[in-house]
């Protein structure tokens, strides 16, 4: 049985960066791509970005600037990072696995999701 | 960048009724849409995928079609856990666009 757990600090303040960690049990760690989501309270759900063993990396182009999607392969674990976070960036952030073949990536499992909070 | 919208953004229904969900893709897609059921609280589940194939476990009265731009959810009758906020979402390519929503309620 696939299980994603994820951790991290959930109360930030702006200018701080995020960091989040997903561990994966179960599965192989090589043929997904490792995704994170987030949804602010009450609102949708924004995709951030994924990486896969390969190393292949897609970024949101609204955050790009600010994210980096990385995997300790060796811990099957992957974590983002997510730097000058502001109050618009308060959401629970979720890591998820996306089953994958070409270019295409269909998420089927998710993890528990991590509120984040920015606030002064 | 691509965009995916939903209509309506809410919906109420009687148990028992037919209730249809569109999402919209401003470039094609193929088949590479996806649709989430979310219940108040809960992580996301995925329903369908490849725009009209059920995911094992899911209800058959979840249904989906729809290609290239335009594409639908129905739920055939309404059943009372079926209360929950359902998304469409593009993944053909990244990056992989959620739709905005669409709650259902019971009438």
């Known amino acids: 049985q696939v299980q994603l757990q994820q951790w991290g600090a959930g109360l930030l303040k702006p200018s701080e960066t995020l960091s989040l960690t997903c561990a994966v049990y179960?599965?192989?760690?090589?043929?997904?791509?490792w995704t994170w989501i987030r949804q602010p309270p009450g609102k949708g759900l924004e995709w951030i970005g994924e990486i896969n063993y390969s190393g292949s990396i897609n970024y949101n182009p609204s955050l790009e600037s600010r994210v980096t999607i990385s995997l300790d392969t060796p811990k099957n674990q992957f974590s983002l990072k997510l730097t000058s976070m502001t109050a618009a960036d308060t959401a629970v952030y979720f890591c998820?696995?996306?089953?994958?073949?070409?270019?295409?990536?269909?998420?089927?499992?998710w993890g528990q999701g991590t509120l984040v909070t920015v606030s002064s | 960048d691509l965009q995916m919208t939903q209509s309506p953004s809410s919906l109420s229904a009687s148990v028992g009724d037919r209730v249809t969900i569109t999402c919209r893709a401003s470039q094609g897609i193929s088949s590479f849409l996806a649709w989430y059921q979310q219940k108040p609280g809960k992580v996301p589940n995925l329903l369908i995928y490849?725009?009209?194939t059920l995911q094992s476990g899911v209800p058959s009265r979840f249904s989906g079609s729809g290609s290239g731009t335009d594409f639908t959810l129905t739920i055939s009758s309404l059943q009372p856990e079926d209360v929950a906020t359902y998304y469409c979402?593009?993944?053909?390519?990244?990056?992989?666009?959620f739709g905005q929503g669409t709650k259902v309620e019971i009438k």
């Open positions: 490849g725009a009209s």
């Open positions: 998820a696995r996306g089953r994958y073949s070409s270019t295409w990536s269909l998420i089927d499992y």
């Open positions: 979402q593009k993944y053909n390519s990244a990056p992989r666009t």
């Open positions: 179960g599965g192989s760690f090589n043929l997904y791509y």
